[in-house]
């Protein structure tokens, strides 16, 4: 399974970008498409999360300014992020709980990772 993170940036603050992560490969069914992100010196954090049902998360900073969505079909999860600050300055990952073609065990997939900078 690979997951192809795109959309990250720079923009100023107040901007908006659009990240996608697209899965490939045997994959039975996704449970759960997450976006993560770190920033420079700091721990890797949740940033918001999407399940099968469609139900969503959120870190308290992003609360409504960030969107998390999903294309079942195209096995694809976006994060739209609305009125960007500096300290959403981060490389932002995604990440996926796969089940595979012929194997009941679900399994953590990461994407390559994709910059978002924001400049005040």
């Known amino acids: 399974v690979q997951l192809q993170a795109s959309g990250g940036g720079s923009v100023q603050a107040g901007g908006s970008l659009r990240l996608s992560c697209a899965a490939s490969g045997s994959i039975f069914s996704i449970d759960g498409m997450d976006w993560y992100r770190q920033a420079p010196g700091k721990q890797r954090e949740s940033v918001a999360f999407?399940?099968?049902?469609?139900?969503?998360n959120y870190a308290d900073s992003v609360k409504g300014r960030f969107t998390i969505s999903r294309d079942n079909a195209k096995n694809t999860v976006y994060l739209q992020m609305n009125s960007l600050k500096p300290e959403d300055t981060a490389v932002y990952y995604c990440n996926a709980i796969v089940q595979l073609i012929g194997d009941r065990s679900r399994r953590s997939y990461w994407g390559q990772g994709t910059l978002v900078t924001v400049s005040s």
């Open positions: 999407m399940r099968i049902g469609g139900s969503t």
